[in-house]
């Protein structure tokens, strides 16, 4: 009687390569030097799926499947870079930039934005669709951060290490499709929140201008992230399990 | 039968405009206008931005005059932190505010207005540019060239790039001046010192050629505005009071305060212009006419401050202080003015200081900011809620002071050389030619697009278009 092996072998983008059923496509890529392109997914918060960059081919599945949440199988044949995936890909980033007001130039994110980042990486050379111009707030309330709800993706970064990793629960998002947004505590200005420690994990992992320092002009914002990896690592965490 | 003609776009300016000239009944010019028909809207969508942002955004404004921009922009942030700029930011700033101001002196001298003055008012329009002067002229363009790639590269070297740099911030600048960058600014500073003499040699003999466009290019008593050093009656282009004098520019009518500029300058709105027509208040409109650029700053103060400047001064003082023609001159002077103070700066032992740099939260509601852009007195006034979003904000940019000026000049212009029975290119030239002494920047000033073209119109005077010159 065959004993059911834990570590899958299957190929990727035609090289053989080998994960532990408990790793997902994204974690055996990074492993064996694939670049699989994410925006939501962050090393030690939980993973939701939800901004589609990281979708991939599987030869026989009849859908995409996101990377960072499908579990590798035996034998899988998965295709990371196909014109079609390329083409979704700079589809999904030209509707974020469609749908938010992101002005690059004058961003205090501009040149250390994981959007940006991403747009130029995936060859965006101009938008597809209609610029929708929302009109969106800043909240300056918070005495040392920003948020800018123009530059906001809706990714949940912020949500995710605000409840898993600080244990405050400050963000949340509130109303749904395109009038979905982030709020804190029960939509009450930044700066009244009660649950807020001020820890600013939020503002780092941000991956965008969305949420920053305060007093920063356009360029500065730097985002530092070393933090999260130190963290997950003393507190043996490990939100993908 | 009386005709309009219209000259849309203007050439070799900055910005989109268009003149018309209204024709009476004989052919003679009842009138002429100049229109800006672009539009920004800068003021509009800053609103709801954190008001330590503005230096970047409002640097957006203009390519040229970006640092202009962000100076003025910094300044009334201060005013918002209620923090006053000193010391070596204050004169990193005045180095890279120069810079500036010789680029963007080069950029209206030699490539756009020196084509008229070398070829002539008359020559032939399709080599009439700094491309037919690279024929004629070689030297010459080399000089212009090498004067604005000057400005440029200061302006590179200590803010981190040529243009739209984000180093000028609210509170200072973001980095200190790096002695390696000294160095080399100083060792060539006395080569454009040089480059600037002898444009200063060339052009006085030019000059000699163009009395008549002297006599006529705009040159009616106005009054004159600029910035002047708060302690010394000295050039003071980064920082200072502003001061009105009269006509005859000895008696001073105002010196005040920024924050009282609202007491002083009133802005009028003409339906045919996105550009606005301010004036000075007390005199009201439209007698309030007054000038802002060179022309202006030297008319207004008493001294340049500078040895090689000041000498001349005392030459330019022998002239017409009226004319417009005189703000080419004016604007030579003024690169060497700027040459000579890079030079004593950079020559501070404070210059290469480490602390150049506040940081402060919105603590007052309101914030003016003024400085002296290469084209004029440039203004930047900002209203901020407790939090500092930016809930209002009004610019009045050097080019909207000369807006009167701009359309006196061409309506003088128009009727000294526009025969309406015999229309010919280079009448036109002349009409466009003195709207280039003011060297206006329309981008700036109206808060649109660019593309720099000038389209004359002659209308009859039910209004309807009889013929039209169009360039660009």
Known sequence: MPVRSRVKTFTMDGQDVSGHESETILEIARQNDIDIPTLCQLDGLSIIGACRLCLVEVVGWNKLVPACATYVEEGMEVVTNSERLQNYRRMIIEMLFAEGNHVCSVCVSNGNCSLQYLATKLGMDYVRYPYLNPDRTVDMSHERFVMDHNRCILCTRCVRVCDEIEGAHTWDVEGRGYKSHLITDLDIPWGDSRTCTSCGKCMNVCPTGAIVEKGKPAGEMIKRREFLGYLTKMRGVNNNE | ?472
């Not at chain 2, 009386?2 to 300016?13: G, H, K, N």
């Not at chain 2, 979003?389 to 000369?402: C, E, F, I, K, S």
């Open chain 2, 1 to 472: 039968m009386t005709q309009t003609i219209t000259i849309d776009p203007v050439t070799r300016i900055e910005g989109h405009s268009k003149i018309t000239i209204q024709l009476g009944e004989d052919g003679s010019v009842a009138d002429a206008r100049f229109h800006v028909t672009q539009y920004r809207g800068f003021e509009k969508f800053i609103e709801g931005r954190p008001f330590y942002e503005l230096p970047g955004i409002m640097g957006r404004i203009c390519g040229i005059c970006t640092i202009s921009h962000e100076l003025a922009a910094a300044q009334a942030c201060e005013a918002i932190m209620s923090v006053r700029v000193e010391g070596t930011a204050a004169d990193l700033r005045r180095i890279v505010n120069y810079a500036s101001l010789l680029q963007s002196h080069a950029l209206s001298f030699f490539y756009l207005s020196s084509p008229d003055f070398l070829l002539g008012m008359e020559s032939d329009v399709a080599k009439r540019s700094i491309f037919g002067l690279l024929e004629t002229h070689p030297e010459i363009v080399r000089d212009g060239v090498r004067l604005r790639s000057f400005g440029q590269k200061i302006i590179e070297r200590m803010a981190g790039r040529r243009i739209h740099p984000t180093w000028i911030v609210a509170g200072g600048v973001s980095e200190p001046l790096d002695a390696g960058v000294r160095e080399t600014i100083l060792a060539e500073l006395p080569e454009i010192k040089a480059l600037v003499r002898r444009s200063l040699d060339w052009f006085k003999r030019a000059m000699a050629d163009y009395h008549e466009e002297a006599r006529v290019f705009a040159n009616f008593p106005t009054l004159f505005m600029t910035l002047v050093d708060e302690r010394e009656d000295v050039l003071e282009l980064y920082r200072g009071r502003l001061r009105v004098v009269d006509s005859t520019r000895r008696e001073i009518l105002a010196d005040f305060h920024r924050t009282e500029y609202q007491d002083y300058i009133g802005e009028a709105v003409e339906p045919d212009s996105y550009l606005k027509s301010p004036y000075y208040k007390p005199m009201g409109y439209p007698d309030g006419i007054y000038r802002v650029g060179p022309l202006a700053r030297l008319n207004v103060i008493g001294k340049m401050g500078t040895p090689e400047a000041d000498q001349e001064l005392a030459e330019y003082r022998g002239l017409n202080h009226l004319s417009s023609f005189y703000f080419h001159y004016a604007r030579l002077i003024e690169c060497l003015h700027a040459v000579e103070r890079i030079e004593d700066l950079l020559d501070k032992p404070s210059i290469l200081n480490p602390r150049v740099r506040a940081h402060a939260s919105a603590n007052v509601s309101e914030g003016i900011g003024v400085t002296e852009a290469p084209r004029g007195t440039l203004i930047h006034h900002y209203e901020v809620d407790e939090q500092g979003v930016v809930t209002g904000g009004n610019l009045v940019v050097a080019t909207t002071h000369n807006n009167l000026a701009m359309n006196r000049g061409v309506l003088q212009v128009a009727r000294r050389y526009i025969d309406g029975e015999n229309l010919s290119e280079g009448m036109l030239n002349r009409v466009e030619a003195v709207i280039r002494t003011f060297d206006p920047c329309l981008s700036c000033s109206t808060h649109a697009s660019a593309q720099i073209p000038l389209r004359v119109q002659l209308l009859d005077p039910a209004g309807a278009v009889i013929e039209e010159a169009l360039r660009g």
